[in-house]
């Protein structure tokens, strides 16, 4: 399949910036990061085969670093 580009706007609350912060900038290296409030807010041009499995990729990344956090000691 053809590769496509897609826009990306996002906005992400989380309590672990530095986490997210790593793994946005090894996501999207050429976007946008702008801290909030809340957390960051994202704007990207990702290119894949199809938006589903960019989001897929991209959910998957961010939720590791909250499954990391929450994991028994």
């Given at each position: ?21 790593i793994?946005?900038?090894?996501l999207?290296?050429?976007g946008r990061?702008t ?7 994202v704007?990207a ?28 000691i």
């Amino acid at each position: 399949m053809d590769e496509k580009q897609f826009v990306l706007v996002a906005r992400i609350r989380t309590t672990d910036r530095a986490g997210i912060q790593i793994v946005l900038a090894r996501l999207v290296p050429r976007g946008r990061v702008t801290p909030t409030d809340e957390g960051f807010r994202v704007e990207a041009v990702l290119q894949g085969t199809s938006a589903r499995d960019l989001n897929r990729m991209l959910l998957s990344a961010l939720r590791s670093i909250d499954q990391r956090d929450l994991a028994p000691i």
